[in-house]
């Protein structure tokens, strides 16, 4: 607050009591699977769940599902985006996963020494072929004429060189000193070649032995016309790979239905200028990432600068796809001083290195297309034990279903889809009973053939679950249902899970969060083909009743495929026995927590109180007018701040509420009279 007046005048003070609830969107999904590419969700990683927004981005970032062996979850997430545009995704991977790699050859360019003084007058033609030998058309044919009799030669001659020639690309002058410099070439490798012609040629070096430490090249007497190739290393290289492991980086080209499809990664190298090169990092046959780099240590585009060697998701710059470095071997090569580099005495090569005119020496990587290989998933270990816990994870390191547990991420549903492992389900059951942050949805697996044996795996009596499930924090649904893949262009059984928590994020989009979503309205399921088993009524009367807790998906003849039941894994009846009830219960809770985090360390007197008391009742008439439910009354006062509350710190805000109930039983009574009974005008 500003300082108060003590002199006659007018002054302001302004105080914000306008809070309200921001919204906050119900019902998105947190899946986890695993992936044949991104990122793995890990605190040493400094990842969490990745946003998915679309279709294409979960393809983008995480690849296809037929790459991905084990689980539905890539496959399970395509399905869940058909209703929504807002989902988590949650990589898993084993220790067996490994990052894909590529590399690309480091080689000299070519070059041919000159010397002269001021007033020399040269006149040069000059022709470049690239590292496959091919010329460059049109070859480069150029008049060179230096009169300043006063100035510096080698400065001058560069500034009329590279106007004329090296803004063509092909080659480029780089001064060494006051009357020294090389014309080279800008492309290497052992096929790349230039040819200098001309009056005044004074010497050259050849390329030979250019990683060695001295006797860098050979020197010719002066002549009128020189050819120098340049050379490849046998070790030093320019390596890439992926940020993360997976197949999905690997490079393949694959026909399908006579079209050639191209998946993966490479890495391609195109020649600039001179010391400069642009690297293109291509998927899936097209370009997405494309950097200029450069050759001169100084620059800000140096090779192993605009790449790092290492991943940093806070850093704006370089790659989101590879790291990369410059290796002799498997060791780290610094290029220290590079010949690219002007210099008024001489080059250094490297520690211990020549200096001078033998010491030309200027690396570059060879034009060429290098495609990454070697990753693999992760996704397959060998035994059941590692895969359990690879996807549930570490609490401590949030991963595998511990990535869920993030506050600023709002999951409010939680899917593990293809995996019905009881120690699977029962740990994702009792995060989100610790947590209270979202509804894990299960079912049971596939390949059970009536309503009795689907009731007797959520009792724990066979087909791999040993003990019941009974929590209101938990949705089971049954049975599987077929989905025609256009990836793997057959017809495949999909965990029905997947298709709830879809329905659920649909309800939550198209009506209210608290709204049941199954029925014809918002249950009805137009994708499936055929459902795993056909169910009557007396079925879905034992699946949903007398204590059972499987929610039918149910296959009618005119109205099609239709979830039947939102009940929860409650066996207790309560209003919590039902999906609707929770899902309110969540979204409340989270409405609840953000709009009193202002409330935090104020005074715990009747003035807070009565904030508290206004912003609980401004949320639950918002749900109550939105049919959430009926009725509901706030308390905030003395009978539940007693004194010793309030000296423990403590602020209490008691809420009774009555959610509106879904109508699931419809009846009708028929009442028949006769003729005589008077309706009174009805």
Request: glycine letters at 10%.
């Amino acid at each position: 607050m500003a300082n108060k007046l003590t002199s006659p005048g007018v002054q302001t003070f302004e105080k914000d009591f306008s809070f309200y609830a921001p919204n906050v969107t119900g019902s998105i999904p947190g899946i986890v699977g695993f992936a044949s590419k991104g990122p793995i969700a890990s605190v040493a990683n400094s990842e969490s769940a990745t946003l998915i927004t679309s279709q294409e981005q979960l393809i983008q970032v995480f690849g296809r599902p037929d790459s991905t062996a084990g689980g539905q979850g890539i496959l399970g997430a395509l399905e869940i985006l058909e209703n929504t545009n807002n989902i988590y995704y949650i990589r898993v991977a084993s220790d067996s996963a490994v990052n894909a790699s590529g590399s690309v050859a480091i080689g000299m360019c070519p070059a041919v020494y000159l010397s002269g003084s001021a007033g020399d007058d040269i006149t040069l033609t000059v022709a470049v072929s690239g590292s496959t030998g091919v010329s460059k058309t049109p070859s480069i044919i150029k008049v060179i004429s230096n009169t300043d009799p006063t100035g510096t030669w080698a400065l001058d001659f560069a500034s009329d060189f590279n106007k004329q020639v090296g803004g063509g690309g092909a080659a480029k002058f780089v001064s060494i000193s006051n009357t020294a410099g090389y014309i080279v070439g800008s492309y290497a490798g052992s096929g790349a070649a230039i040819t200098v012609s001309g009056n005044f040629v004074t010497g050259f070096v050849d390329g030979a032995d250019y990683h060695a430490d001295t006797g860098n090249g050979t020197f010719a007497t002066t002549t009128s016309s020189i050819t120098v190739k340049g050379s490849t290393s046998d070790d030093l290289v320019y390596a890439t790979q992926s940020i993360w492991p997976g197949a999905g980086y690997n490079y393949s080209s694959v026909e399908v239905a006579g079209t050639t499809r191209i998946y993966g990664n490479s890495i391609e190298t195109d020649m600039l200028a001179g010391d400069g090169f642009n690297l293109t990092v291509n998927t899936d046959g097209s370009p997405t990432e494309i950097f200029s780099m450069s050759m001169t240590p100084s620059s800000s585009s140096f090779i192993t600068k605009a790449i790092g060697s290492s991943y940093d998701k806070f850093t704006v710059s370089g790659s989101s796809v590879i790291t990369a470095n410059v290796l002799s071997g498997v060791t780290a090569y610094t290029i220290a001083t590079s010949d690219w580099s002007d210099a008024t005495a001489g080059i250094s090569i490297e520690s211990g290195g020549t200096t001078g005119a033998t010491g030309g020496r200027f690396l570059k990587p060879i034009e060429t297309t290098s495609n990454m290989s070697g990753g693999v998933n992760g996704d397959q270990t060998g035994t059941v034990v590692s895969v359990v816990s690879d996807i549930i994870g570490s609490p401590a390191n949030k991963t595998g279903i511990y990535a869920i547990d993030d506050d600023s991420l709002n999951i409010s549903l939680g899917i593990i889809p293809g995996y019905f492992d009881q120690n699977i389900q029962n740990a994702l059951v009792s995060l989100a009973e610790s947590t209270q942050k979202f509804l894990a949805v299960v079912a049971p697996p596939l390949g059970l053939d009536s309503a009795q044996q689907a009731i007797d795996w959520t009792n724990g009596n066979g087909n791999g679950r040993t003990a019941s499930l009974n929590s209101s924090w938990a949705a089971v649904y049954w049975p599987h249902l077929r989905v025609y893949d256009t990836f793997s262009k057959a017809s495949v059984w999909i965990d029905p899970a997947v298709f709830a928590v879809s329905q659920m994020a649909f309800t939550a989009g198209t009506a209210e969060v608290w709204f049941a979503p199954a029925g014809l309205t918002r249950g009805r399921l137009t994708k499936p083909t055929e459902v795993e088993v056909t169910l009557n009524v007396g079925d879905r009367n034992a699946l949903y009743g007398a204590g059972n807790i499987v929610n039918p998906i149910q296959k009618f003849v005119q109205d099609g495929i239709v979830i039947w039941g939102q009940r929860t894994a409650q066996r207790t009846a309560s209003a919590l026995d039902r999906v609707n009830v929770r899902l309110m219960m969540i979204l409340l809770r989270q409405l609840l927590l953000v709009s009193s985090r202002s409330d935090v360390f104020e005074p715990n007197d009747p003035i807070l109180w009565l904030s508290v008391k206004n912003k609980a009742e401004s949320i639950l008439r918002d749900i109550q007018r939105r049919r959430g439910i009926t009725d509901f009354r706030v308390i905030v006062d003395e009978t539940v701040n007693t004194p010793l509350r309030i000296d423990r710190n403590e602020l209490w805000a008691k809420i009774l509420l009555k959610p509106t109930k879904a109508a699931e039983i419809i009846n009708f009574e028929l009442n028949l009279t006769n003729q005589s009974t008077d309706f009174g005008g009805q």
